[in-house]
């Protein structure tokens, strides 16, 4: 039997599920069932649907996510409401984003973009500038992801809620360390690692754990990378399986500083093939597996790894993990006997980042020439 229509009682469960919804995915379906139990054919319920959208879009359960936008959009429709309707196109556009589909979703955003405000909330406006900023980084437009990231921060504080914040502050602090800006990137991703810990983000507490295992080892803090791993570990064991295969090669290399290379390559070897080793992440899964070989006295292999891959994708990597293969195929040159190539791959890292060869001279870089730029941020 149908419960009768509360309003009151809808509001409230949808305040819960707001509250939730980039912390605790699983919590906020819960929170926006029983919102839709109470409010049939209101905007509440076309609210409901729309955060059950957004949850199977944060959980890569991408089939439920049309069924949802679809009953959404249709209450928004027949409601009248304009920023209802824009919110289904914001995550209509990031299921496109996801599913590879770029043109639909620049259509959207351009669409979004060029529409007056329908009086956008700031959840609103993070969910815009963080996807907005994800599309700018795919198509290699860096300085406008992070200007978009920038945005995303701002929102996320205005909304006062702690998942989106940790989410705007990692992608801002990944950004910045793939461009090897590692003071500012450590400023942001400890933030959001804290925000994440303490608003029981579970998912984003283990990426930005992963993402700080990156900084510490370039600021030569190999303490700090194995407590990280150790979190990870401990934590993820309680996440959904396969959670702990996204972060593969932040693990490896945290066992390859600590002088598990047998450990290390059991990381590398879950990761392969999945989403941590495609696109700018197989340069890193490259780098890392180039100095595991290099540690067992597999020479020759590291050399013909480092060597083909920064060939395959040098145009289009970015400068910190393409600066960490240049300088592992450097030193597997030398110890090939080959200084002459070792030293051109020295000199483009170099390039890329001025004396680079130390684990902390990037965070030296960083600190001299990219902080200022950045604190804003």
């Known amino acids: ?72 959009r249709q209450l928004f429709v027949q409601l009248e409401s304009a920023r209802g309707q824009a919110l289904c196109a914001e995550l209509d556009a990031a299921v496109a984003l996801r599913n590879g589909d ?45 200007d978009h990231y920038r945005a995303a921060t701002e929102s996320a504080e205005a909304s006062r809620n702690p998942g989106a914040l940790a989410i705007a502050h990692a992608h801002l602090g990944g950004l910045l360390l793939e461009h090897g800006r590692i003071e500012p990137a450590l400023a942001h991703t400890e933030a959001a690692w804290s925000l994440a810990k303490h608003s029981g983000a579970g998912t984003w507490s283990l990426t930005t754990a992963a993402q700080l295992i990156v900084i510490r080892h370039a600021q030569n803090r190999p303490s700090d990378v194995l407590d990280l791993a150790q979190y990870i570990s401990e ?25 598990d290379v047998d450990r290390a390559e059991a990381w590398l070897e879950n990761g392969s093939g999945t989403q941590a080793t495609q696109g700018d992440n197989g340069i890193f899964w490259a780098w890392v597996s180039t100095r595991c070989l290099l540690a067992r006295q597999e020479i020759s292999l590291a050399r013909d790894l480092a060597e083909r891959t920064v060939a395959a994708r040098q145009a289009k990597a970015l400068p910190y993990h393409l600066a960490q293969l240049l300088q592992a195929a450097a030193d597997a040159c030398t110890a090939a006997g080959d200084a002459a190539a070792a030293q051109r791959h020295r000199d483009a890292a170099a390039a890329l980042f001025p004396d680079f060869g130390h684990p902390s001279s990037i965070a030296r870089q960083a600190a001299g020439t990219a902080t200022k730029a950045f604190t804003a941020a």
Not at 10 to 22: R, S, T, V
Not at 116 to 123: E, N, R, V, Y
């Open 102 to 146: 770029a043109i639909r979703a620049s259509l959207i955003h351009r669409a979004l973009d060029t529409a007056m405000d329908p009086g956008t909330k700031p959840l609103d406006r993070f969910l815009a500038r963080w996807q907005r900023g994800v599309f700018a980084r795919l198509l290699g437009q860096h300085d406008k992801a992070l």
């Open 1 to 72: 039997m149908k419960q009768a229509v509360d309003t009151t009682r809808a509001q409230e469960l949808l305040a819960k599920a707001w509250d939730n919804a980039f912390t605790d995915p699983e919590g906020c379906r819960d929170w926006a069932s029983q919102a839709l139990e109470v409010s049939a054919g209101t905007e509440e319920a076309a609210t409901a649907f729309w955060l059950l959208a957004l949850t199977d879009w944060q959980l890569d359960k991408l089939d439920p996510v049309s069924t949802h936008l679809r009953l959404a």
């Open 235 to 259: 934590q993820g064991s309680a996440h959904a399986r396969g959670a702990l295969a996204k972060l593969a090669v932040p693990l490896a290399l945290a066992y390859w500083v600590g002088g």
